[in-house]
């Protein structure tokens, strides 16, 4: 029974033996990382290493944020195939269609459509001494790049593929599994390629150790081959290959440090090669269809798949073991063996050297809570929510413990007595004995071999009790206590406790003595777990996985750029030269000598310039207008997940220091910058690395308004010269102007007065006061007394009135009416009642608004009397009329007669030799001064009236005078 009992053990553990994949760490891109499609055909770096993807959704190129589409209007059809660089550095692609395609100057350019040769086969190419090689079914096609013309083409080669460039030659295969070779003039050798084996589909050239390796792949028999090629011997070897990679179909050969990296349509294989043949090491991503795999220049590796999108490998040394998932614990039995404790109570072990797993005895159905392992004496400490164990791994026996609440620690004190922390409280625990030390709830316990102390971490703080288990002072920071949740011993007696708030602190003789925190190296003061390795600190935390050596002072840090998929890090264990831990996603582990591989400094380039929010070409100088001088600056760095990891900063103008940007604030933005010149500087880094990028200047010169600048000051400083001696000079002139205007204008007043002086003179003449005053002696003679008093009243009133006008330059025309009417009845009373005259008004002159110039109208009516009336047989009429013109602007006075008219008139004065008249002449002469200094002129108009017989029957004149 026993021994039935025996076996059955054997065999259930025989069946826990089992292996265990170990790969590389791979973060799948999906469309959250901007990933543009799912079926992608291939994959290249370029010279500046930005990475390009030729997928069934076209042509994209990731910058190390974005993925940008490059497309044109000509192209048919959306996808795009076989990326390849020529001389140039170009990228070149082409599509089923026969359509080639190269980048230049960011944009994809149509190099020629060769659909009628091609027919819809989708042609491979390649590049041979500046010429394109195209195969074409059988054939292959040579076409000069640089006129598009083709300059032969190898009939009937029979080609399997189109070839690889090698130094100096052209190789490629025909179906005859003869080696084509062709030199630089395109002259062709040829010998035999021996194999055991029939050579079907070919599939890939590539270069390794000076050898050409070929692979060829059976599509129906789901086969593959492999040939290695010795150019120089003329031999030929066929490769043995692992069965699962045999019974693949080989894409790609990528070789990576010596590696052999092999796509195939059962994921990836790596292999090595060893004494002819190739021994597999890892095969990973089994269900994807692998198309292609390159190494970039920062060794990291890119893996494209035909209906899964991108994996990238960021760093080969990280390795996942399976897919353990729920690992809680990782405790260390040996330097290769490890305990796995998951949250199912399931408890396994795992040897990273075989990558065997064996699933222990020791298990139950609840979360185990801790794990404890004494190699002196073999013996495993196991506390879950169900059972707390000392398991004996010589004989397979165990005891249980008391339970003890929620479980936080476990340790050996020695290698029969434990220390325990829980929920409780903490206990020392010695066979079936125990001691309570503490019962406040507690974070974590350990013993110090080289203190020979407990340090506890409880909610009251840090306390420390000696080997007695009798209590110390508690460990103090900054005069408050110490917050830990984990404790851990480095190889030189230095206690770290990893804190809530202060980062993780380095004790020494119960002081702290070291503060680690984001200051001063932490990537983050958020600590998930820590462990001890000799002297160095491995730290988590939720921003990376970190290395610290307090001797030296160095630290180090791996992150998701590292292939670091989560920060989710639950706990930490050393297995000599190895790290393991355990995450949300699994267990990984790296080899604690080749993780950390030579950060170089960051490639940045500038993306985008924007002036005045509008995208201009990117160059190294920029002249601006002072109006517009806004400048946005982006930029960024071609390195995989650079964005949360790069930290930019940058000098401006005549800054001394440089200013350092936020994480993942990748632009600048300057504002209405003042007219002068500036240097932008720019520089980045890897935010745990001292080494910075190459600095990029670009210059911006931001011209000052026009009225500012040199030339236009100068210019401005002569024009004011120009204008201050011109405006001297015309003001000379306009004051000379002026004085001889007013000197005019006193010539002109002078002269107006003397010509109203001449017209008093007129009016006043001695045959006019000789005439009244006979009148006046007739009516006397005649004793009317009554008749020669009136007519000396009114003779009286017209001198007084005469006197008084000559005093005024203008006046109204109801005073100038006034004086007429009075010397028009003057004149009727001399000619005996025989003069008859009118004076009417239209209704709108105003005559008290009006203005006109003094002694100024009654000439006119004189002559009228003495030329044309005078010498009139019969009744003597006399008409004055005064009105608007259209505009109003002028009074227009008529004086129209019925007498004699101006040709009678004219022989009678002729005849008695009468002077001319001088009060015409004056008034002539008053009139010339006075339009001389007024826009608005006097005009006269004398119109000769006659019958219809055409006889002369009076005068009539017409002033318009403007109105003052």
């Known amino acids: 029974m026993k021994l039935l009992r025996i076996l059955y053990l054997f065999l259930i553990f025989c069946n826990a033996i089992s292996s265990n994949a170990q790969e590389p760490v791979s973060i799948h891109l999906t469309d959250k990382d901007g990933l543009p499609d799912i079926e992608f055909y291939s994959m290249i770096e370029d010279e500046d290493g930005f990475i390009w993807f030729a997928s069934d959704k076209g042509l994209h190129r990731y910058d190390g944020k974005v993925f940008k589409q490059f497309s044109h209007p000509d192209k048919k059809g959306r996808s795009l195939f076989n990326l390849k660089i020529d001389s140039k550095g170009r990228i070149w692609c082409n599509n089923i269609a026969g359509q080639f395609f190269y980048v230049e100057n960011d944009k994809l350019v149509l190099f020629n459509d060769y659909q009628k040769e091609l027919k819809g086969q989708l042609a491979d190419y390649n590049f041979f001494n500046k010429k394109l090689l195209i195969r074409q079914r059988d054939n292959i096609v040579c076409i000069n790049i640089n006129t598009k013309k083709r300059e032969s083409i190898f009939s009937k080669a029979n080609t399997t593929s189109i070839g690889i460039t090698l130094p100096n030659k052209y190789l490629f295969l025909n179906r005859d599994n003869n080696v084509v070779l062709l030199d630089t003039l395109f002259k062709k050798s040829k010998f035999k390629l021996k194999n055991k084996e029939k050579l079907t589909y070919f599939s890939h050239f590539t270069i390794h150790n000076n050898n050409v390796l070929i692979a060829f792949k059976d599509n129906i028999l789901n086969k593959s081959l492999l040939v290695s090629l010795d150019i120089e011997r003329k031999s030929t070897t066929q490769i043995k290959l692992p069965p699962k990679l045999k019974n693949s179909k080989i894409d790609r050969i990528t070789i990576i440090n010596n590696q052999l990296y092999i796509a195939t349509n059962k994921g990836i294989f790596i292999t090595e090669f060893n004494q002819g043949q190739l021994i597999l090491k890892t095969h990973f991503l089994k269900d994807k269809m692998i198309t292609d795999i390159i190494e970039d220049k920062n060794n990291i590796i890119w893996v494209a798949t035909l209906k899964n999108g991108v994996f990238v490998i960021p760093n080969k040394n990280l390795k996942q073991y399976n897919t353990f998932k729920n690992v809680q614990i990782i405790e260390k039995k040996n330097d290769s063996i490890c305990y796995l404790a998951k949250r199912n109570g399931e408890l396994l072990e795992l040897n990273i050297k075989t990558n065997k797993l064996h699933k222990n005895l020791v298990t139950d159905k609840t979360p185990i809570r801790a794990l404890s392992y004494n190699k002196n004496n073999n013996t495993l400490l196991y506390l879950s929510d169900y059972q707390n164990l000392v398991y004996f791994g010589n004989s397979n026996q165990k005891r249980k413990l008391n339970k003890f609440g929620s479980i936080k620690s476990v340790t050996f004190i020695k290698d029969t007595t434990y220390l325990i922390s829980s929920s409780s409280g903490t206990k020392v625990i010695h066979s079936k004995k125990s001691h309570a030390i503490s019962h406040i709830r507690s974070h974590e316990s350990?013993?110090?071999?080289?203190?020979?102390?407990?340090?506890?971490?409880?909610?009251?703080?840090?306390?420390?009790?000696?080997?007695?288990?009798?209590?110390?002072?508690?460990?103090?920071?900054?005069?408050?206590?110490?917050?830990?949740?984990?404790?851990?011993?480095?190889?030189?007696?230095?206690?770290?406790?990893?804190?809530?708030?202060?980062?993780?602190?380095?004790?020494?003789?119960?002081?702290?003595?070291?503060?680690?925190?984001?200051?001063?190296?932490?990537?983050?003061?958020v600590i998930n777990c820590i462990t001890a390795d000799n002297e160095v600190l491995w730290i988590s935390t939720d921003k990376g996985l970190q290395y610290y050596n307090s001797n030296l002072n160095e630290v180090k840090v791996l992150t998701k750029q590292d292939g670091i998929n989560s920060y989710k890090i639950k706990d930490l264990e050393i297995l000599d030269d190895?790290?393991?831990?355990?995450?949300?996603?699994?267990?990984?582990?790296?080899?604690?000598?080749?993780?950390?591989?030579?950060?170089?400094?960051?490639?940045?380039?500038?993306?985008?310039?924007?002036?005045?929010?509008?995208?201009?070409?990117?160059?190294?100088?920029?002249?601006?207008?002072?109006?517009?001088?806004?400048?946005?600056?982006?930029?960024?760095?071609?390195?995989?997940?650079?964005?949360?990891?790069?930290?930019?900063?940058?000098?401006?103008?005549?800054?001394?220091?440089?200013?350092?940007?936020?994480?993942?604030?990748?632009?600048?933005?300057?504002?209405?910058?003042?007219?002068?010149?500036?240097?932008?500087?720019?520089?980045?880094?890897?935010?745990?690395?001292?080494?910075?990028?190459?600095?990029?200047?670009?210059?911006?010169?931001?011209?000052?308004?026009?009225?500012?600048?040199?030339?236009?000051?100068?210019?401005?400083?002569?024009?004011?010269?120009?204008?201050?001696?011109?405006?001297?000079?015309?003001?000379?002139?306009?004051?000379?102007?002026?004085?001889?205007?007013?000197?005019?204008?006193?010539?002109?007043?002078?002269?107006?007065?003397?010509?109203?002086?001449?017209?008093?003179?007129?009016?006043?003449?001695?045959?006019?006061?000789?005439?009244?005053?006979?009148?006046?002696?007739?009516?006397?003679?005649?004793?009317?007394?009554?008749?020669?008093?009136?007519?000396?009243?009114?003779?009286?009133?017209?001198?007084?009135?005469?006197?008084?006008?000559?005093?005024?330059?203008?006046?109204?025309?109801?005073?100038?009416?006034?004086?007429?009417?009075?010397?028009?009845?003057?004149?009727?009373?001399?000619?005996?009642?025989?003069?008859?005259?009118?004076?009417?008004?239209?209704?709108?002159?105003?005559?008290?608004?009006?203005?006109?110039?003094?002694?100024?109208?009654?000439?006119?009516?004189?002559?009228?009397?003495?030329?044309?009336?005078?010498?009139?047989?019969?009744?003597?009429?006399?008409?004055?009329?005064?009105?608007?013109?259209?505009?109003?602007?002028?009074?227009?006075?008529?004086?129209?007669?019925?007498?004699?008219?101006?040709?009678?008139?004219?022989?009678?004065?002729?005849?008695?030799?009468?002077?001319?008249?001088?009060?015409?002449?004056?008034?002539?002469?008053?009139?010339?001064?006075?339009?001389?200094?007024?826009?608005?002129?006097?005009?006269?108009?004398?119109?000769d009236k006659l019958d219809n017989a055409s006889n002369p029957k009076g005068t009539k004149v017409i002033l318009k005078i403007p109105i003052q």
């Open 446 to 525: 350990i013993y110090s071999k080289l203190n020979k102390k407990i340090f506890l971490a409880d909610v009251e703080g840090l306390k420390v009790y000696d080997e007695n288990y009798l209590r110390e002072p508690n460990i103090t920071y900054n005069n408050k206590p110490i917050y830990g949740f984990n404790i851990v011993e480095t190889n030189n007696g230095l206690i770290w406790v990893a804190t809530y708030d202060n980062g993780i602190l380095g004790i020494q003789n119960n002081k702290v003595i070291y503060n680690l925190n984001e200051k001063n190296g932490l990537a983050s003061n």
């Open 578 to 943: 190895f790290l393991i831990y355990t995450n949300n996603l699994g267990v990984y582990g790296f080899n604690k000598t080749k993780i950390f591989k030579q950060k170089k400094p960051p490639s940045i380039y500038i993306t985008k310039i924007s002036i005045q929010e509008k995208p201009v070409e990117i160059k190294k100088k920029y002249v601006l207008n002072y109006d517009k001088s806004n400048i946005d600056i982006s930029f960024n760095t071609k390195e995989f997940q650079s964005v949360k990891h790069t930290i930019y900063e940058y000098k401006f103008a005549k800054d001394k220091d440089w200013t350092v940007l936020r994480e993942e604030v990748d632009f600048v933005k300057f504002i209405n910058l003042a007219p002068g010149s500036y240097i932008f500087q720019l520089r980045g880094k890897n935010k745990f690395s001292k080494n910075y990028s190459e600095t990029i200047k670009l210059n911006f010169e931001v011209l000052a308004p026009i009225y500012q600048r040199w030339w236009f000051i100068l210019i401005g400083l002569l024009l004011i010269v120009l204008l201050t001696i011109t405006y001297v000079n015309t003001k000379t002139k306009r004051l000379k102007r002026l004085q001889a205007k007013e000197l005019e204008k006193e010539r002109i007043s002078k002269a107006l007065v003397f010509s109203q002086l001449e017209n008093l003179r007129s009016q006043m003449n001695p045959h006019f006061i000789f005439n009244a005053l006979n009148s006046i002696q007739d009516y006397i003679i005649l004793n009317e007394k009554k008749l020669a008093r009136q007519y000396l009243v009114k003779f009286s009133r017209l001198i007084r009135t005469y006197l008084e006008h000559s005093q005024e330059t203008n006046i109204t025309l109801e005073k100038e009416i006034k004086a007429l009417k009075l010397y028009l009845e003057l004149e009727k009373d001399r000619f005996n009642n025989e003069l008859i005259f009118t004076i009417s008004v239209d209704d709108k002159v105003n005559t008290k608004t009006i203005f006109v110039p003094s002694l100024f109208i009654q000439p006119y009516v004189e002559n009228a009397i003495k030329h044309g009336l005078l010498h009139k047989n019969g009744c003597k009429l006399l008409n004055l009329n005064f009105s608007l013109n259209s505009t109003n602007k002028k009074i227009i006075c008529t004086v129209d007669d019925n007498g004699i008219g101006r040709n009678a008139s004219e022989i009678i004065k002729n005849r008695t030799k009468f002077p001319k008249s001088f009060a015409t002449k004056a008034n002539q002469k008053r009139i010339d001064l006075i339009n001389s200094t007024t826009s608005e002129k006097i005009e006269i108009e004398i119109i």
